[in-house]
């Protein structure tokens, strides 16, 4: 190779060398083709490098700024700065945005503590994104409905604008949540996100909610449309008209069953960093609210939803076969629910 080299230049430098100072000048050819190498190694890799600069520098003006100085490491994890493909964050890219998800089961209040959420300026959460079969089918579709979730890259009435600073939905444990979830604590921990998990103490009460709901979705008795939620209380009040039976024989497998999930969801997200809420507690006691604010780091806000309870009356009178609940719960673990009822 270096004879190859040395031949090439020879053709080229040397024309018409003299005999005695051959030796000399050989010598001096390939010092003189050395140093050209090195010169033009050099050269190239100052181009590789002036190349690669805009690249280092781009990554430090948008990264560099928006890492919260002072901020210890454990809280940085959970700050992120979020770059949509689909617009600019600009004046807010560097407004820090927290990844949460409400983790809760049907007819516990997650519908209407949403929309206490999105009534704050600062937050969007996109509702009930797993009820779509597809995007719960296997983890990569899970992982990739999450990943642009909080990207902030999902539209929906929710999406709030390029100021958000905590974005999520809310996630039933029955939509696949329950069934992936060491997968998903892994994404939850790795990515930090935030586990807000929403249950109903009174298991019955959602076994009422969920029973009459179910009869809604089959008779319609709003103007002909199924209707989860109400914003009169015209509207509630049609709709708590109808009293489920329960079946008595079922009952006390349906609450065991019901708390057994509860009990694992809050074992498994325990070491995710999670808040837990009860809809009978957010209802009585409004600090709980603060508490969730708080939570998400986002500023404390007066927060509203327009939605109006539906079941307020004792539990007694809003089941057709009282009698048989009551003496299939009555002395069991469950008597509780029997008797709590609201204060509105
Ligand atoms: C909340 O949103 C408002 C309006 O978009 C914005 O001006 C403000 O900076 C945001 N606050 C935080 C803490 O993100
Ligand atoms: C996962 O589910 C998606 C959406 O249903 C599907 O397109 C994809 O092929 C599935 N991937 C695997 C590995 O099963
Ligand atoms: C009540 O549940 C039991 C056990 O699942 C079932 O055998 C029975 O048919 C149910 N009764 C009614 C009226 O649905
Ligand atoms: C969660 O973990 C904490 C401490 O690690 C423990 O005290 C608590 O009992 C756990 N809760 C559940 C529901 O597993
Ligand atoms: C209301 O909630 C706050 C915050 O969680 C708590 O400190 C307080 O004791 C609660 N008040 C009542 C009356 O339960």
Redesign the pocket.
């Known amino acids: 190779m270096a004879e190859e080299w040395c031949l090439l230049n020879k053709d080229t430098l040397v024309i018409k060398p003299l005999k005695k100072s051959h030796l000399a000048l050989r010598m001096f050819v390939l010092a003189a083709v050395m140093i050209c190498g090195v010169y033009i190694f050099s050269v190239c890799l100052k181009q590789i490098g002036s190349q690669s600069m805009p690249r280092f520098v781009k990554f430090e003006l948008t990264e560099e700024p928006c890492s919260s100085v002072g901020v210890p490491p454990s809280e940085a994890s959970y700050l992120h700065y979020p770059k949509p493909t689909t617009y600019s964050r600009e004046e807010c890219a560097c407004t820090p945005v927290r990844k949460f998800a409400i983790l809760s089961m049907q007819r516990s209040g997650s519908g209407w503590f949403e929309t206490l959420l999105n009534s704050h300026v600062n937050i969007s959460s996109n509702g009930e994104i797993f009820s779509i079969k597809e995007r719960r089918n296997n983890m990569s579709s899970i992982i990739r409905t999450l990943d642009k979730v909080y990207n902030l890259d999902w539209y929906s009435s929710a999406s709030k604008n390029e100021c958000t600073a905590a974005v999520g939905f809310k996630w039933m444990l029955n939509q696949g949540l329950m069934a992936n979830h060491d997968e998903i604590v892994k994404y939850f921990n790795e990515r930090g996100v935030y586990a807000i998990l929403l249950f109903r103490r009174n298991l019955l009460r959602r076994l009422v909610s969920q029973l009459a709901n179910d009869h809604d979705r089959r008779t319609k008795q709003l103007n002909g449309k199924h209707r989860a939620h109400v914003h009169s209380e015209y509207e509630a009040n049609v709709l708590a008209k109808y009293k489920p039976?329960l079946?008595?024989?079922?009952l006390m497998?349906s609450l065991k069953t019901a708390n057994e999930c509860v009990t694992n969801a809050l074992d498994y997200f325990n070491s995710t960093r999670h808040i837990v809420l009860y809809y009978e507690d957010l209802i009585l006691n409004h600090t709980k609210l603060v508490d969730v604010l708080k939570f998400l780091g986002v500023p404390q806000r007066l927060m509203v939803s327009r939605h109006v309870k539906i079941h307020k009356k004792p539990l007694s009178k809003q089941v057709e076969n009282w009698e048989d609940v009551y003496n299939a719960i009555k002395g069991t673990e469950y008597q509780s629910f029997l008797n709590a009822d609201y204060k509105l």
Do not use: I, P, V, Y
């Open positions: 039976t079946n008595a024989t079922e497998s």
